[in-house]
């Protein structure tokens, strides 16, 4: 479900008119008050993705089992170093409100507050997961959206796990580019195939059918 909806305007990255520009700027700061304002009900979440409010439940039990698969297996890789795995925080960029399925940040958070305390600054996260979810929006989200939306904040990292193209796959997208919303690099991998991170403090973790398995 979209709220405040407001057409993309891709111009922001591509050198706006002033007149324009300020009108992004102002619609910026409506959809941040009223985020901020929002009260949802049980099991629904609010980001906000391009110039859209979007409201979304929490997944189902396949997404929420594969997450679960997934934040056990980051832990452990990642447990004798500075980073760590995160569940269901509020990454934070430029008027922005993105909630990852699992994100990847310093262990101690405090090294990359907001502004207003709200979250963390998108920009000190070093990589992003998320379980693609079914119908058509969803999978557009996170697949379409939710990609230009981490490139545009330089996101090192981001990786779908997508039961949906295919008969699965992992999508791998590293170097960002943030002028011009798109990540530069993209490693697909079927499922049944040793999808491997290939940079980072992830370096090495692999998503593999321990993780996917249906």
């Known amino acids: 479900m979209t709220a405040l909806a407001h057409e993309p305007c891709p111009a922001v990255d591509e050198g706006m008119s002033s007149a324009a ?50 934040r056990r297996a980051v832990e452990a890789h990642l447990e004798d170093g500075d980073h760590a795995a995160y569940q269901d925080g509020n990454l934070i960029y430029r008027r922005k409100v993105w909630i990852p399925d699992l994100f990847i940040a310093p262990e101690d958070l405090d090294e990359i507050p907001d502004e207003e305390d709200l979250g963390v600054d998108a920009t000190g996260v070093q990589a992003v997961f998320e379980v693609v979810s079914p119908g058509h929006e969803a999978r557009s989200r996170d697949r379409e959206r939710k990609r230009r939306a981490y490139a545009r904040a330089g996101i090192p990292l981001y990786v779908l796990i997508d039961d949906f193209d295919g008969d699965g796959t992992v999508v791998i997208l590293t170097a960002p580019d943030p002028g011009k919303a798109v990540y530069t690099d993209e490693h697909r991998v079927p499922y049944g195939t040793d999808a491997v991170i290939p940079d980072g403090p992830a370096k090495g973790f692999v998503i593999g059918d321990a993780i996917v398995r249906q």
């Open 21 to 70: 520009g300020h009108e992004a700027v102002a619609l910026d700061e409506v959809l941040w008050q009223a985020w901020k304002a929002m009260e949802l009900p049980e099991g629904y979440r609010a980001e906000i993705i391009e110039e859209f409010i979007e409201v979304s439940p929490t997944g189902r039990r396949r997404h929420t089992v594969v997450i679960n698969r997934l």
